[in-house]
């Protein structure tokens, strides 16, 4: 079967650095995504990987590992807006996208 | 990024009565939207992939005489939830991708459903 795992909630202080993993068995893989989702609201883009490597975008940044089916979010200089759950979800051989059940973040000051 | 709007943001229904949804792409023309249902503190859950001009495909355990989906023009699709209950109460988005393109989905905002 298909399986995404993440952690289901991790705590940080506000300014400091968190990283999110996500591992995940797919029927094929078409590329992982990174959502966030504040509460009450549909999720909202964050990062898409398809090959290999780290892919830095501002305070976020996304590394993937295709051969260890393995995936990390980096959160830096943590803001308390920051505070949401974070969603990872792959692409599988039809294109369908597969989701974990999401990290909720909580930014402590 | 593209814009997927969806109405209405929540709604209050009686049980017994039904719901409908809208989810309009507003930017592009989507020939494929995606139903999702989430419950509290859960994980997106695919309901339905809905198909311009053809029938949706349904998830397994995913009724297809309650949620019934409709997709008449490349920018629109609605589900409606028939003879609702109170534990359809749940948040409804859809999602859509652009044609072609192996990049992310976009989301509407939403819909929380309460069925008292």
């Known amino acids: 079967g298909q399986n995404i795992d993440q952690p289901t909630e991790m705590t940080a202080t506000e300014g400091a650095i968190v990283q999110i993993n996500c591992t995940y068995q797919?029927?094929?893989?078409?590329?992982l995504f990174w959502y966030q989702q504040h509460a009450g609201e549909a999720p909202t883009f964050l990062s898409y990987?398809?090959l290999d490597g780290l892919e830095e975008k501002g305070r976020f940044s996304s590394f993937l590992s295709r051969s260890k089916g393995y995936s990390y979010l980096l959160l830096k200089e943590l803001q308390m807006k920051d505070s949401a759950s974070y969603l990872c979800a792959v692409m599988d051989s039809n294109y369908q996208l597969i989701w974990g059940a999401g990290t909720k973040l909580i930014i402590k000051p | 990024g593209a814009v997927v709007s969806q109405h209405p943001s929540w709604v209050i229904c009686k049980s017994g009565t039904s719901v409908k949804i809208e989810c309009r792409s507003l930017d592009f023309q989507a020939t494929t939207m995606f139903w999702y249902r989430q419950f509290p503190k859960q994980s997106l859950m695919l309901m339905a992939t809905s198909n311009e001009g053809s029938k949706a495909t349904y998830e397994q355990g995913v009724e297809k005489d309650k949620f019934l989906i409709n997709h008449a023009s490349l920018t629109l699709s609605t589900l409606t939830v028939t003879s609702a209950h109170p534990e359809d109460s749940s948040f409804y988005i859809c999602?859509?991708?652009?044609?072609?393109?192996?990049?992310?989905?976009?989301f509407g905002q939403g819909t929380r459903l309460t069925v008292v």
């Open positions: 797919t029927s094929g893989f078409n590329g």
């Open positions: 999602s859509a991708r652009v044609p072609g393109m192996n990049t992310e989905a976009f």
């Open positions: 990987n398809v």
